[in-house]
């Protein structure tokens, strides 16, 4: 099944620290997204970002998130100042062709 | 607006048939469904694009009624494995862009 692969799996950081996630995809695509779950809940919507680009972003995607490609191939969420609430799995998606998204395998982000 | 899952959950034995519900009170482009277990990133089912069309493989279908906003997933002779947490995402009627609103999710368990 295609994915993306993501980094760390797990990462656990001290509130107020930043943080980096990382997703590679296997192949040049232009759309990704990124979406968060906080255990035991739904999967929800952060950001998409087409071409290098953000092109929407939900109201959880506020200024302590930003996302780049900063070399072309690797695409990051940042966390900049981190919450106790921000402890969820993040997952990296990718679009396909089809109109279907491929999920990442995620990573465990916990602040304590 | 996120979807409407009902049930919440199902307990079944193998063998037997359930009927997982998604709806929406906005017009859709598409409903996409994952399978998502334990720990795991969810991992996709189908994707029915409006047109009212029905879609499967294997022991699992699904349908889309454009005009009522909903769809169904049917997983029928149920084996261990259709164990997790069923999750449909809608695409709004701008749709094709791979952003996904979530229900809240079915748990369904599948007992020997």
């Known amino acids: 099944e295609p994915e993306v692969t993501q980094t760390p799996s797990h990462q656990v950081t001290q509130m107020g620290q930043e943080v980096i996630l990382r997703c590679v995809p296997i192949?040049?695509?232009?759309?990704f997204y990124w979406y968060r779950q906080i255990l035991g809940q739904k999967v929800e919507f952060l950001v998409s970002?087409?071409?290098?680009?953000?092109?929407?972003k939900s109201e959880i995607f506020d200024d302590q998130f930003s996302v780049e490609r900063p070399d072309g191939s690797n695409f990051t969420l940042k966390i900049r100042s981190t919450k106790l609430e921000d402890s969820a799995m993040y997952f990296c998606a990718r679009l396909e062709q089809t109109g279907v998204a491929f999920f990442g395998q995620g990573t465990r982000l916990t602040v304590v | 607006q996120q979807p409407v899952q009902s049930p919440q959950a199902v307990i079944l034995r193998e063998g037997e048939d359930a009927v997982i519900n998604c709806s929406s009170s906005k017009a859709l482009y598409s409903v996409h469904w994952y399978r998502q277990k334990h720990g795991e990133a969810p991992v996709f089912l189908m994707i029915?694009?409006?047109?009212?069309e029905q879609k499967g493989h294997d022991k699992i279908s699904a349908s889309f009624n454009e005009k009522k906003q909903q769809s169904s997933l049917y997983l029928t002779a149920s084996q261990l494995s259709y164990s997790g947490t069923y999750f449909c995402?809608?695409?709004?009627?701008?749709?094709?862009?791979?952003?996904?609103?979530f229900g809240q999710g079915t748990t369904l368990q599948v007992k020997p």
């Open positions: 995402g809608t695409e709004g009627v701008f749709g094709n862009t791979g952003k996904l609103i």
């Open positions: 970002f087409y071409n290098n680009e953000i092109s929407e």
């Open positions: 192949s040049n695509h232009l759309y």
């Open positions: 029915l694009l409006k047109g009212g």
